[in-house]
């Protein structure tokens, strides 16, 4: 047992800290939270890839780092804590390149891992659909093999960042006679292909935080496949844990966490008063332990084993944390709380409003916290299926 | 950073398991509670055969010179065997004030007793005030020839109606400020003017330990005169995480237990762990008990190592108590009637547990201590 990070590490922590500290002096972006999901910013994308920041975990031989998962996790953390707008690479960062390292062709690596390493391929993903949210498998957009493409069909919807990404990630039925789980494939396929039209979602913030995609009788080519036809769900549940299990499922907040401490401590009456300190103490508890839930989450994904039920702890656990990080922040704040980013006397430039709004959707996004608990207890505990 | 077990570890954790497993059956357990000692004698002899009474101490002092950690692996096993007796006084109350501050002498002493399991220690800190700070210490020394004369009241001492030494934090200056003005003396527990009362609690045995006109030779002073307070805080903080280490046994042993019956007990035609609620109910056990044993060993690794810990342990200490109270309740919920029943096991954690998070300072005090981390 060791908790502390190597010599090596906290070297490289120092390094991404001051790359960030140094954007930020010049004023290159603004800090902002939920920045992995909302803040695209191709340009400092190109620039964390001119580092060799995105595939940081991937071989070499295809452009990677060879580094482990742990640095990453040190390297996403610096990144949210900073708030800096990593959206464009985030998701391909995080688990398509893994997948296509996993189940894609030597030329699937070749071609498409570098583009992503070099900050230029920003992959969105196409999951969920109106009728198939937690039950994922049910899902109807129909991908028909015809000679030598896939033709799709169908409608995908809280696809993050739609109208910035240049790829989408798509799980279709490629076998609609066998039972829903046994008939699904993955796909890797440009955006700008005949017949995608997108349409966006507005969120409770206010901003553009999804897309729906539709697909009408769009040709794929059959190289877009990944991995086996209908081997889908397979291959999917383990890009899910990893979806799960990054440190923007509790960092990604940080900017208010850090907002409020400063508020209060510049803030004389509030900063004696005991109830106020134990509430951030509280936070800070709850934080703490989150955090070391993460790094068990990495050094799983070290191990080389997909961290099925240790990604599903630490999101269920740590996005309820952020929900009562907003809300908190808000209770400190009080009236001023309820001000918008833009508006006249808003404290911590609006960033608690957002995070207390935008917070509601943490615990639905990427698996609910009900069916990431069905996890813990049918697959970790062995409780019987219902 | 390393999150596993060592190969030896994962062997100490297993022959405890083993060991606790055959000694200690439920029905000892109920037999012992009624005794006047509250313990086996024949099993605490059989654990200093193993070596476990000097397990964290040096060779030198006749210990097996393992790690704090090594350490927290076999409380963690106590916790889930709910085993009872001195341990926790003796060889956590006792044994690492000496090892922490005590003289070459002392250490020569005292350790290998310890160690070999003849004496048994305790620690005397509390008094009616129920307090765990400096100001509320109220019992004196005052010098008297060549030695010191204790007198006053502690309470909330455990096992000292068995005790052969008890370590008494007290005051000894009055105009000093109250960190300042406290010495730890090492006193024989079986002398005269020392009266012990064994308070009737919910789990274990808790004392009153009367002090009147007990003399005290100067030798036995432990630590630097009106040092004591801050000479023992490093013990004490061992002493929290070594609570926090039985705490993540007991909830296990909960956890586990619970996921059994919901696994076996059948309501409407089906087990109950096939309903929803009853399974979400134990995955946020599962969540609160992992989540215990990391923040737990984080501060236990870092006593070990003899870094600087003080809002880990708070951390570790804080959430222990919040998320134990959790987990027993949702463990009592998903067991229904049963779990309150005497006849079935469960009420002995539910004690026990209680009685860990009611040692030491209550959860406001370490938030305190974490917010002051955060430069609050």
Known sequence: ?386 | MDLSFTEEQEILRKFARDFFTSKLPKKLLKELEETEPGYSPEIWKEMAELGWMGLPFPEKYGGTGMTFTDLAVLLEEMGKACMPGPYFSTVVLGGFPILDIGTEAQKQEYLPQIAQGKTIFTLALTEPSGSYDAASIKAKAVPEGDGWVISGTKLFVPDAHVADYIICVVRTDDKSKPEDSLTTFIVEAKQSGIGQTVLNAMSGKLCEVVFDKVKVPKENILGQLNQGWNDIKRSIDRAIVAKCCYMVGITQQVLDMTVDYAKERKQFGRPIGSFQIIQHYCADMLTDVEGMRLSTYQAAWKLSEGLPCAEEVAIARAWAVQAGERVIGLAHQIHGAIGVAIEYDLHYYTRSLKACELSFSGTDVYREIVAQGMGL
């Open chain 1, 1 to 386: 047992m060791d908790f502390r990070l190597t010599e090596e590490q906290e070297k490289f922590r120092k390094e991404v800290r001051d790359f960030l500290e140094g954007e930020r002096k010049q004023g290159l972006w603004e800090p902002s939270i939920d920045s992995w999901i909302m803040a695209y910013d191709p340009e400092f994308t190109k620039r964390v890839a001119a580092k060799g920041w995105i595939g940081l975990t991937w071989p070499k031989e295809y452009g990677g780092q060879g580094r482990c998962a742990f640095d990453r996790f040190i390297l996403t953390e610096e990144m949210l804590r900073h708030g800096a707008p990593a959206a464009c690479h985030w998701f391909a960062d995080r688990q398509i390149g893994g997948s296509i390292l996993k189940y894609g062709t030597e030329q699937q690596k070749r071609e498409l891992l570098p583009k992503i390493i070099k900050g230029e391929m920003y992959v969105g993903l196409g999951m969920s659909e109106p009728e198939a949210g937690c039950d994922l498998a049910s899902l109807k957009t129909q991908a028909t093999k015809k000679n030598d493409h896939y033709v799709i069909n169908g409608q995908k919807t809280w696809t993050s960042g739609g109208k910035h990404m240049n790829h989408l990630y798509l799980l279709a039925r490629t076998d609609p006679g066998v039972a829903k789980h046994q008939g699904l494939s993955e796909f890797i396929i440009p955006k700008d292909l005949a017949g995608i039209t997108t349409s966006p979602i507005i969120d409770i913030t206010g901003n553009e935080a999804w897309n729906e995609v539709f697909f009408e009788n769009v040709d794929v080519p059959k190289e877009c496949l990944i991995g086996k036809e209908n081997n889908g769900w397979r291959q999917v549940m383990e890009q899910l844990a990893h979806e799960r299990s990054g440190m923007e499922r509790i960092m990604a907040n940080y900017p208010v966490f850090e907002g409020i401490i400063q508020f209060v401590k510049e803030n004389k009456q509030l900063c004696q008063d005991s109830i106020i300190r134990h509430k951030l103490a509280q936070l800070k508890i709850e934080f703490e332990v989150a955090r070391l839930f993460m790094y068990r989450v990495a050094l799983v994904i070290d191990e080389g084993r997909a961290p099925e039920w240790e990604a599903a702890m630490s999101k269920a656990y740590a996005t309820a944390f952020e929900q009562r990080l907003a809300a908190t922040t808000l209770e400190i704040l009080g009236p001023y709380g309820q001000l918008a980013p833009q508006s006249k006397w808003t404290k911590l430039n609006g960033m608690a409003y957002h995070s207390y709004l935008s917070s509601k959707g943490y615990s639905l996004q990427a698996g609910t916290t009900e069916v990431l608990k069905n996890i813990l207890a049918l697959r970790k505990l062995g409780l019987p299926a219902g």
